[in-house]
């Protein structure tokens, strides 16, 4: 993150560097391993690991001594995903668009360079799935990400474009000016599709979400098997659902009319 | 069988009942596997490709009772065109476009070679890659396939049996090699480092098709 340190607190910088790194890290550490990942003395990171034990935020291992994440962190998680906004008014909105469409639903908004998903409802169908909230993914691999970046001013969006565009499949797009046109393009159309970018064999088709001010708060969209969401470019029926979905949560969360009335109309141009 | 159709099978060992014996196997040790599969892939996936594959490889033996008479490639290319309908997922593309490109490799030809069925699986694995962009070390079923190969290759010139030997014995190493690796590609990636640990689904199936392929060998 940024360099303005000298306004923060540091013990408090260092206990959530701790806890960043055994969120990504192997599922267990110990004190010299989160030492020398972090470049701190041993004994800072042992203090900082037993005022967390105190609260629940780490927990030993009893029989290594090694430290893991602890049971207060999916209370934080919970409560998270429970003050969020655009989640909280995506539950009967995202449930009724599953139903529509017979696929899964996914709502996610953007973190940085990834889309954190904070809703998903399965395909209605009893096939195992496996819950994606809290998952996250780049964001030029998503139609959430895509349409959510597409909606953001121009500074925002070269951004996200400059930065790193990994290749999950052979079909991800990762030239930053091919990219670039396609969220013009998604812009315009008001979806993204997603075919194949992320996961071989899945497809999504997402819209966006605006707030009361008219920014984008995320996006909710429709994943899944390519050959039924994008059998020949996007399914027409799944894009005049998202669309509709998008435009009644936009205007749950109080978005003007404009963008309202901009979704409103379904256009299936866009490849 | 002739004097001339001994002397080319010794150098053409395999044919259209030897696929018939490897697709067959193929769906035995998948479906031996099955719960395994799923299971591995319930830590870094969701939880189908056990399940997956195995209604595609039932699918295979239907597809193979109703194919006789058909060369060796053509069995593939409709082994494969059968997996990319019936599996789904990323499996049903990722093994579909495999056994297609080797079936197509190997052509109208009756009975082919260690060098031509190398060719074959080399042209299947750039099937894979093609659609997946994987490369060595991503954590997906191109760190089986590609030992399998390398193996193949330093075999040139073996006998049948232990060249897929070697191959199998590479692509199985290379399976167990997946689980310290970090997944790059596929929804395994969106685990980032929490992947490191679990042996990837996909090159652990990869290892039993060539281990099929090293039995129908005999």
Redesign the interface.
């Known amino acids: 993150m940024g360099d303005p340190r000298r306004s923060t607190i540091q013990s408090v910088d260092r206990a959530a560097r701790i806890l960043k790194a055994l969120a ?4 267990r550490s110990g004190v010299s391993e989160l030492a020398e990942r972090l470049g701190l003395a041993k004994t800072t990171v042992h203090g900082l690991l037993r005022t967390l034990e105190r609260q629940d935020l780490v927990e030993q291992d009893a029989e290594t001594g090694k430290y893991r994440l602890g049971p207060e962190m999916l209370e934080l998680g919970n409560a998270f995903l429970d003050h969020h906004e655009l989640r909280g008014r995506s539950l009967l909105w995202a449930d009724t668009l599953a139903n529509r469409v017979g696929e899964a639903v996914r709502v996610g908004v953007l973190h940085g360079r990834r889309v954190l998903i904070v809703h998903h409802v399965f395909r209605p169908d009893d ?4 819950l ?1 909230v809290g ?3 780049p964001w030029h691999v998503s139609a959430l990400g895509k349409v959510h970046a597409a909606a953001l001013p121009n500074d925002r969006r070269r951004t996200l474009l400059a930065g790193a565009l ?5 079909r ?1 797009i990762i030239d930053p000016h091919v990219l670039a046109v396609a969220l013009e393009e998604i812009g315009v159309a008001g979806f993204a599709t997603e075919d ?1 970018e ?5 497809a999504e088709i997402a819209a966006a979400v605006f707030d009361h001010r008219g920014h984008p708060v995320g996006a909710i969209g429709v994943a899944g ?1 390519a050959e039924r969401v994008t059998p020949a470019g996007p399914s027409e029926a799944i894009v005049a659902a998202v669309q509709d979905t998008a435009r009644r949560l936009s205007w749950e969360m109080g978005a003007p009319r404009r963008h309202a009335v901009a979704a409103r109309r379904p256009r299936v141009d866009a490849g | 069988m002739s004097a001339n159709q001994r002397i080319r099978g010794a150098s053409a060992p395999c044919d259209a009942a030897f696929v018939t014996r490897w697709l067959r196997g193929c769906a035995a040790q998948i479906a031996a596997h099955r719960d395994y599969l799923t299971q591995l892939d ?1 830590a870094v ?4 490709h056990g ?1 997956n594959l195995d209604r595609g490889f039932v699918a295979v033996g239907s597809v193979l009772e109703a194919a006789d008479g058909l060369p060796p490639g053509e069995l593939l290319v409709q082994a494969g065109s059968t997996l990319v309908l019936r599996v ?7 093994y579909g476009t495999a056994f297609r490109e080797a079936g197509r490799c190997l052509g109208t030809a009756r009975t082919f070679g260690v060098a031509h069925l190398t060719e074959a699986l080399e042209a299947a694995l750039q099937g894979v ?5 994987a490369v060595e070390g991503d954590k997906t079923m191109v760190d089986a396939w590609l030992p399998a190969i390398r193996a193949l290759r330093d075999q040139a010139g073996a006998a049948l049996p232990d060249a897929l030997h070697a191959a199998t014995v590479a692509a199985e190493a290379g399976a167990a090699a997946t689980t310290a690796m970090e997944a ?4 395994a ?6 992947s ?2 679990h042996q990837d689904p996909g090159a652990t199936s990869t290892a039993l098709l060539f281990l099929a392929l090293e039995r129908a060998a005999g």
Do not use: C, H, M
């Not at chain 1, 990994?166 to 052979?170: A, E, V």
């Not at chain 1, 992320?198 to 899945?202: F, L, T």
């Not at chain 2, 790059?184 to 929804?187: A, F, P």
């Open positions: 990504t890290g192997p599922p096939s195992v799935q496996i994606e998952a996250s993914v990994p290749q999950l499949t052979g991800t194949q992320a996961v071989i064999g899945e098997p | 319930a996936g969701d939880a189908d399940v789904g997922g990323a499996a049903g593309p990722l890659t093609a659609l997946g962009a790059r590609k596929g929804r990636s969106y685990l980032g480092p929490r490191v640990g």
